[in-house]
């Protein structure tokens, strides 16, 4: 659907992957999309999502308002000690450079 931007979210750099956490920001970029049931419930297996015990699971995930309507929003549920805080902005995979 497009972007936006979340002030009430800050991400954290995992390294392969990005998580988010609610907490304060000055405004990280987001990508708001339309799923059907399906997409969504493969979404929630590749995050990790558990329906019945989403506290035990990678992510949780919310209904949060974006420019676009209320959507879904996965929330990283592991501890974040040592990872790079992302408080506006995108998150970026790392470019992995081969050596020769």
């Keep these: 659907m497009g972007a936006d931007r ?15 956490r609610l907490e304060p920001s000055r405004g990280v970029e987001i990508e708001v999309f339309r799923v059907d049931a399906a997409l969504l419930a493969g979404l929630d297996r590749l995050e990790d999502y558990r329906v019945r015990r989403p506290a035990s699971g990678t992510y949780d995930r919310l209904v949060h308002p974006t420019a676009f309507g209320p959507a879904w929003l996965y929330l990283y549920n592991r501890d974040v000690a040592g990872c790079s805080v992302i408080r506006e902005g995108g998150w970026m995979p790392r470019v992995r450079r081969s050596v020769v």
């Design 6 to 20: 979340l002030t009430d979210a800050t991400l954290y750099d995992l390294g392969p992957y990005p998580g988010a």
